[in-house]
């Protein structure tokens, strides 16, 4: 069953002979538990594409559908409720609170919604990630691969339906960078969610159900409708 379509979705950024295309016409489906990766240069729309699934940023025509809810007929709030419990996000760059806690960080989501924190659920995914030891360490206490694995945490923490992942081993070495995939891939799993991630590294594409290749802002391979 297809949890996320995207249906001719276009972006272009500016106007006349500035205007830059960064998505055109795309139509791509992602099933339910499935793990796909979009790979292709820089400047290929991978980036676009992404922020459009989440609802950051909007298409200039296009829809996306996710989980039966066309996202852009939303009004504003109701988009900021489905970026806060729907979707999960991961980035290259850590943006841990460096005030907070490993533990803080990873249900700040929560308290930012009014939503309580399942503590058996906090000490399963800390767990899983090799994280509950240090869950009362500072990001700074941390190594890089450390924090990334907090990133993780916080983007399950509220149960979302769809993981969105932008290089989020970008920042790491080698063999971080194994770690935090195996984790991921494993977390994403256990708990039955959807991941979706960018990457232009073949070694991390080949790890996922199927890739989508994007070039020049269009579908160049991959599951186009």
Known sequence: MSIVETQGLCKVYGAGETAVNALRNVNIRVEKGEFVAISGASGSGKSTLLHMLGAVDQPTSGRVIVDGIDVFRRKEN?????????????????NLIPVLTAEENVTLPLKLDGQPVDREYLHDILNTLGMW????????????????????GRALIHKPSIV???????????QNSREIMSLLKSSVRKYGQTLILITHDPSIAAQADRVIFMEDGAVRGGNQL
């Open 133 to 152: 030891e240090r869950r009362k360490h500072l990001p700074n206490q941390l190594s890089g691969g450390q924090q990334q694995r907090i990133a993780v």
């Open 164 to 174: 969105l992942a932008d290089e989020p081993t970008g920042n790491l070495d080698t």
């Open 78 to 94: 109701e988009l900021a409720v489905f970026r806060r419990r729907k979707v999960g996000f991961i980035f290259q760059f850590y």
